[in-house]
């Protein structure tokens, strides 16, 4: 079964959200940044996150090019592929620094 357009920028962004309340729980419980299941949880969503915007037609991704679609889908195939390279405090600047855009530019694609 594939999926459409517009379900493939839900799972990116419930997967952005879902990184979100991963952190914010971790910080709750005091689990800070070091916990393994925190750090395979936001992997996860990442590798989602990059398998849903591989998938995006070209019009698409054309009509956000502020977002670094390749940069998204490279970082799908170096967890997946490469795992053993992955710096964990990388992985969070992205976070601080790279999802808040990708969350704008999804919620204006889907029209929020």
């Known amino acids: 079964m594939t999926r459409s357009e517009r379900e493939r920028l839900r799972d990116i962004r419930d997967a952005t959200v879902a990184i979100r309340e991963h952190l914010a729980e971790a910080r709750r419980e005091s689990a800070g940044h070091d916990s393994a299941l925190l750090h395979d949880a936001l992997l996860f969503q990442f590798v989602v996150i990059g398998e849903a915007a591989k998938k995006l037609a070209a019009d698409t991704r054309d009509s956000a090019p ?8 490279g970082l799908r195939d170096l967890i997946a592929h490469e795992y053993f390279r992955i710096d964990i405090e ?3 600047e992205i976070v601080d620094r790279d999802l808040p855009p990708l969350e704008r530019a999804i919620d204006r694609l889907l029209g929020r």
């Open 66 to 73: 502020e977002i670094p679609w390749t940069d998204i889908a």
């Open 90 to 92: 990388r992985v969070l």
